[in-house]
């Protein structure tokens, strides 16, 4: 298949030289984009691009195009990489979200057994074929939304049989969605009821029956814990990690989402590849975070539903860290997938400006997966997962105007979804 599209009004996010696989502070408010361009895609990857004027001198072969697109009065960006979800669930919970209305905290809300547990309860009487029907109808959503790439995480299951249920799901849609994805184990999300007074039963569950299982299916890139007060300890998450680290699973850390919890440290320790939520994060946790391979990952959709202060995102970029943005689309503290959202509230809410965001939704978050070699900006031989906005003046626009969708042709792999 080959595609060129012609007449970009500008083409965002380019990379000509010198591929970044992450940016950090200053140089997250720098991008490169081209007025008046086109792009050129062969097979799955991006073959070329760059000023209309310098289109006759690259010779193309009109006779073997599968298609043109005119691109008049809109912008070309790199698809989104949605370095943080947990899509596989069933149902929804919106009674809690009117007990969260009502004054529960979330933590509240997790203690009498609703949270976490309420979808693990859903999940495990839902049959493996409607579970996957739920998440593929999630899965074209967000790609309605401009998403080319996208971690999903287990953790709705906390027995042997759901954790790998869920994993499976997964791995088929690794198999069938265009869209790139990256699958995490998230045994430790929360603590099942029947190990209530036996944390050391269930951590030796997941260390001796779910991890071996999960790796020798080869279900999982990643592994995670929810690494936060009520939920588990820096203890219970170095021994995780550790385990999993011995079947080549990195980690991907929910941490300080309700507390300083010492997950930014242990996440570091570990090599993480990245430590997300961070709605709270104080000096001393920037500075070790300062030069590390682990990228912190934000996610202002969940502080805003769970009506949570915003991660400080200000306060990271200034003293020289890279962010990432991700949506964590999950039933109990962001319902939404929409990574314009994400986006629009980061400039809202974290005060990042449209450069930064832009970064930090694509090239940080493809980072994020280990994925920024392939993905999260336009350059030659990278994947050709783009998509191309409605009519705008500027790009900025596709921030400002949240609520809206502004992607209107949405092209993964190098075809026209
Ligand atoms: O990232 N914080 C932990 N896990 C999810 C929420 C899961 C749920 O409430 O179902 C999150 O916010
Ligand atoms: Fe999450």
């Given at each position: 298949m080959r595609l060129l599209i012609k007449n970009i009004k500008e083409l965002v996010q380019v990379e000509t030289s010198d591929y970044k696989i992450r940016v950090e502070g200053k140089k997250m408010s720098e991008i490169q984009t081209i007025k008046n361009a086109f792009l050129y895609i062969e097979d799955e990857k991006i073959s070329s691009f760059g000023k209309m004027d310098d289109l006759k001198s690259k010779n193309i072969n009109y006779s073997v195009l599968s298609k043109e697109i005119d691109a008049s009065g809109r912008m070309v960006f790199p698809s989104y990489c949605d370095s943080h979800t947990h899509l596989i669930y069933s149902g929804s919970r919106e009674r809690e979200f009117i007990d969260k209305i009502n004054g529960l905290t979330y933590e509240e809300i997790a203690k009498r057994g609703g949270g976490i547990l309420n979808s693990a309860m859903k999940l495990h009487d839902t049959s493996d074929e409607v579970l996957l029907e739920e998440s593929q109808q999630r899965l074209e959503e967000i790609i309605k939304y401009g998403t080319g790439a996208v971690e999903i995480k287990s953790g709705y299951g906390l027995t042997v049989k759901d954790e790998i249920k869920m994993l499976r799901v997964i791995k088929k849609l690794k198999s069938i969605s265009p869209l790139k994805i990256k699958s995490t184990f998230l045994g430790a999300h929360a603590l099942p009821l029947e190990y209530k007074d036996n944390r050391k039963g269930y951590i030796d569950l997941i260390i001796n029956r779910m991890l071996p299982q999960i790796a020798g299916e080869g279900l999982a890139d990643y592994c995670d814990v929810f690494c936060d007060k009520g939920f588990f300890t820096i203890e219970e998450t170095d021994k995780i990690l550790k385990e999993a680290a011995k079947y080549g699973m990195k980690a991907k850390l929910h941490v300080n989402e309700l507390d300083n919890s010492g997950g930014v440290q242990v996440g570091v320790k570990n090599n993480a590849l990245s430590v997300d939520h961070l709605e709270r994060i104080d000096v001393e946790e920037i500075k070790v975070l300062k030069n590390k391979n682990t990228m912190p990952t934000l996610l202002p959709t969940a502080a805003f539903f769970l009506n949570l202060p915003y991660p400080p995102a200000r306060k990271m970029i200034d003293s020289g860290l890279g962010v990432a943005l991700a949506s964590d689309f999950n039933p109990g503290s962001s319902p939404s997938g929409n990574m314009q959202l994400v986006s629009s509230l980061a400039c809202?809410?974290?005060?990042?400006?449209p450069e930064e965001v832009i970064n930090a939704s694509t090239i940080n978050s493809a980072y994020a997966m280990d994925l920024s070699k392939d993905y999260g900006s336009i350059a030659v031989g990278k994947k050709a997962n783009i998509f191309i906005t409605t009519k705008m003046n500027s790009y900025p626009f596709l921030q400002y105007s949240f609520g809206s969708n502004n992607v209107e042709t949405v092209i993964l792999d190098g075809k026209l979804v």
């Open positions: 809202i809410k974290l005060r990042m400006n």
